[in-house]
């Protein structure tokens, strides 16, 4: 029953885990950590479950101070993590002894921070999941939807594993890859103009400032659909819908579950765990790929986190 | 109808069956659904079903794209449209008022309709909920008559509160929590919409009916009703 308490936070600092499902069908978004890649190595290597629930820092600006004796791991950014001044480095489990105090400064590589404990954190499920999804009120700390906040406590019941770990290095993810977004392509593929398609693979195009955990809005050439407009359909993760300024918006974890812009495709996870590790102003480039391919570098990247 | 299966992403599969929106649909999209659901059990990760198309969102790591395909087509051969009904039939009391419906006035205007009339219409007929979306428990329902269709509003409101009965085109829906939003107000529900201690949450759910039932100020409170005008909200 360790416990932390929450020094500083932020809107952006929130419980999650790997989303809410079975619950689509009502309206009810997936949610859950944005860059799932970062999220399940910090609960491997406290020997969790992938999907136990974690902190998702955003940018930084946390703090917590340990009430007891902890051990804890954190991966993903950089967010210029100090422990009682000393600086900490992710993709490794450590120990928060009581009365240290754990602060995350500013993003010096990548932008979401994961921070796990034995188990997971202690939260309620509400329809099956802890994630935070402040739109809907549903998840977190108390279950109603809301960040987490200064003075609120966090306790995890499991047994700490006996042994620290440390990610080998060949599986830290490469957060300053240039490597183009994969995106598996989708039905409207050919009702977008010949030359959209090309800029839409070929040029270069800037995250905006004007992201959250719903989208996150690419600028660039605009593209031009040429199709009839849509009834509204179910939108996969990751969709890369274009709406009529021709301006693609990438649709994240808390996405409206339906809507009825045309997409290009839908990014694969782990173009999306990369896309959730940019700042705005970052340019990417898109990349198309057929679903099979995309599946089986799926199928064989989660077999690394079977290595117990 | 005319079925296809498209690919929407790594782990999603697009089953369309229609190209327009129709009550006609409901009893065949009732029965993909099931048949999908049964088909895919527990690889299933989420059904996604709208106006015309089911997404279904199966475990990667059970299945590959092929071995999902081949299973919705297997349920999806020799499809018989399910017209059991096991759809619910629910009334909404509606507190219809300018107050609480400021398009009422808006909506009599364009149809050339006395308020009233507007109201009688409105809550004389029974809608087909096609979709849930955009919220949890927001049931999108259909179809209203075509005199009292109307566009959503140019500049969607920040914030709508919460049981607000509102017409966008010929559709009607009511907003199971404060939200922003677009569509033309005309009454309030006070019905409770979307409740996480409920057995399957939502008290709507595609394939059910509903009709509007006009209720007075009185049993609009009643009921549970809130009453806080809109600007107090904004």
């Given at each position: 029953?360790?416990?932390?308490?929450i020094?500083?936070s932020?809107?952006l600092c929130?419980?999650?885990d790997?989303?809410?499902?079975?619950v689509?069908h009502?309206?009810?978004?997936?949610?859950?950590g944005?860059?799932w890649?970062?999220?399940s190595?910090?609960n491997w290597?406290?020997?969790n479950?992938?999907?136990?629930a974690?902190?998702?820092?955003?940018?930084g600006?946390?703090t917590v101070v340990a009430?007891?004796?902890?051990l804890?791991?954190l991966a993903?950014?950089d967010?210029g993590?100090?422990?009682d001044g000393q600086?900490l480095?992710p993709w490794?489990?450590?120990?928060l002894?009581?009365?240290q105090?754990?602060?995350f400064t500013?993003p010096?590589?990548?932008?979401?921070a994961?921070?796990?404990a034995?188990?997971g954190f202690?939260?309620p499920k509400?329809?099956?999941?802890s994630?935070t999804?402040?739109r809907?009120e549903?998840?977190g700390l108390?279950g109603m939807?809301r960040?987490?906040?200064?003075?609120?406590?966090?306790?995890?019941?499991?047994?700490a594993?006996?042994?620290?770990?440390?990610?080998p290095?060949?599986?830290i993810?490469?957060?300053?890859?240039d490597l183009?977004?994969?995106v598996?392509?989708?039905?409207?593929?050919?009702?977008?103009?010949?030359?959209?398609?090309?800029?839409?693979?070929n040029?270069?195009?800037?995250?905006?400032?004007?992201?959250?955990?719903?989208g996150?809005r690419?600028?660039g050439t605009a593209?031009?659909?040429q199709?009839?407009?849509m009834?509204?359909e179910?939108?996969?993760?990751g969709a890369v819908?274009?709406?009529p300024?021709g301006q693609?918006i990438?649709l994240?974890n808390?996405r409206?579950?339906?809507?009825?812009?045309?997409?290009?495709g839908?990014l694969?996870?782990l173009?999306?765990?990369?896309l959730?590790?940019c700042?705005?102003?970052?340019?990417?480039r898109?990349r198309p790929?057929?679903?099979d391919v995309?599946?089986?570098e799926?199928v064989?990247?989660?077999r690394?986190?079977s290595?117990? | 109808m005319k079925?296809?299966?498209?690919?929407?992403?790594?782990d999603?599969?697009?089953?369309?069956?229609?190209d327009?929106?129709?009550?006609?649909?409901?009893?065949?999209?009732l029965?993909?659904?099931?048949n999908l659901?049964?088909?895919?059990?527990?690889?299933l990760?989420d059904?996604?079903p709208s106006?015309t198309?089911l997404?279904?969102h199966?475990?990667l790591?059970?299945?590959s794209?092929?071995?999902?395909r081949?299973l919705?087509a297997?349920?999806?051969?020799?499809?018989?449209?399910n017209?059991?009904t096991?759809?619910?039939c629910?009334?909404l009391?509606v507190?219809?008022d300018?107050?609480?419906?400021?398009?009422l006035?808006?909506l009599?205007?364009?149809?050339g309709?006395a308020?009233e009339e507007v109201?009688?219409?409105?809550s004389?007929?029974?809608y087909?909920?096609f979709?849930l979306?955009?919220?949890p428990g927001?049931?999108?329902m259909?179809?209203?008559?075509e005199?009292?269709?109307a566009p959503?509003?140019?500049?969607?409101?920040?914030?709508?509160?919460?049981?607000?009965?509102?017409?966008a085109e010929?559709?009607t829906?009511a907003?199971?929590v404060v939200?922003p939003?677009?569509?033309n107000?005309i009454?309030?529900t006070p019905a409770?919409l979307?409740?996480r201690?409920?057995?399957?949450?939502?008290?709507?759910q595609p394939?059910?009916t509903?009709?509007?039932?006009?209720?007075?100020?009185?049993?609009f409170?009643?009921?549970g009703?809130?009453d806080?005008?809109?600007e107090?909200?904004?």
């Amino acid at each position: 029953m360790s416990r932390l308490s929450i020094e500083a936070s932020t809107p952006l600092c929130l419980l999650q885990d790997a989303g809410r499902f079975g619950v689509r069908h009502l309206g009810v978004t997936q949610g859950g950590g944005l860059d799932w890649r970062s999220m399940s190595w910090a609960n491997w290597l406290l020997g969790n479950a992938l999907d136990a629930a974690v902190i998702e820092i955003t940018l930084g600006g946390f703090t917590v101070v340990a009430e007891g004796d902890c051990l804890l791991a954190l991966a993903g950014a950089d967010l210029g993590a100090q422990l009682d001044g000393q600086a900490l480095a992710p993709w490794r489990s450590f120990k928060l002894r009581k009365g240290q105090r754990l602060q995350f400064t500013q993003p010096l590589l990548g932008a979401r921070a994961y921070l796990a404990a034995p188990g997971g954190f202690d939260a309620p499920k509400v329809l099956g999941s802890s994630a935070t999804v402040v739109r809907e009120e549903l998840g977190g700390l108390d279950g109603m939807g809301r960040a987490l906040a200064k003075g609120a406590s966090l306790s995890y019941s499991a047994e700490a594993p006996l042994l620290m770990r440390e990610l080998p290095r060949e599986q830290i993810p490469d957060f300053k890859s240039d490597l183009p977004l994969d995106v598996v392509l989708g039905a409207q593929i050919g009702e977008f103009s010949g030359q959209s398609l090309f800029d839409a693979f070929n040029s270069a195009w800037t995250l905006d400032s004007r992201a959250d955990r719903m989208g996150i809005r690419l600028l660039g050439t605009a593209l031009q659909y040429q199709g009839k407009p849509m009834i509204s359909e179910g939108i996969p993760l990751g969709a890369v819908q274009v709406p009529p300024d021709g301006q693609p918006i990438v649709l994240l974890n808390d996405r409206q579950t339906i809507g009825g812009y045309p997409r290009l495709g839908a990014l694969t996870p782990l173009a999306l765990a990369r896309l959730a590790q940019c700042l705005p102003g970052a340019t990417v480039r898109l990349r198309p790929v057929v679903q099979d391919v995309a599946h089986r570098e799926q199928v064989e990247y989660l077999r690394r986190f079977s290595d117990r | 109808m005319k079925l296809r299966v498209e690919v929407v992403a790594l782990d999603c599969l697009m089953v369309r069956l229609f190209d327009e929106i129709a009550e006609a649909n409901m009893p065949w999209m009732l029965a993909a659904s099931e048949n999908l659901r049964a088909a895919f059990g527990a690889h299933l990760i989420d059904l996604v079903p709208s106006y015309t198309t089911l997404m279904v969102h199966y475990d990667l790591a059970a299945l590959s794209p092929a071995q999902a395909r081949e299973l919705i087509a297997e349920a999806l051969i020799d499809l018989s449209p399910n017209t059991r009904t096991g759809g619910k039939c629910h009334v909404l009391p509606v507190w219809y008022d300018v107050s609480v419906g400021p398009e009422l006035r808006l909506l009599s205007q364009r149809s050339g309709l006395a308020v009233e009339e507007v109201i009688r219409r409105h809550s004389d007929r029974e809608y087909q909920v096609f979709a849930l979306g955009f919220a949890p428990g927001f049931a999108f329902m259909g179809l209203v008559e075509e005199v009292l269709a109307a566009p959503r509003l140019n500049t969607p409101r920040k914030k709508v509160a919460a049981g607000s009965v509102g017409i966008a085109e010929r559709q009607t829906a009511a907003y199971p929590v404060v939200s922003p939003g677009g569509w033309n107000l005309i009454g309030r529900t006070p019905a409770k919409l979307f409740d996480r201690e409920r057995d399957g949450y939502s008290l709507m759910q595609p394939g059910d009916t509903v009709r509007f039932e006009a209720v007075s100020y009185a049993e609009f409170i009643n009921l549970g009703g809130d009453d806080t005008p809109l600007e107090a909200q904004a």
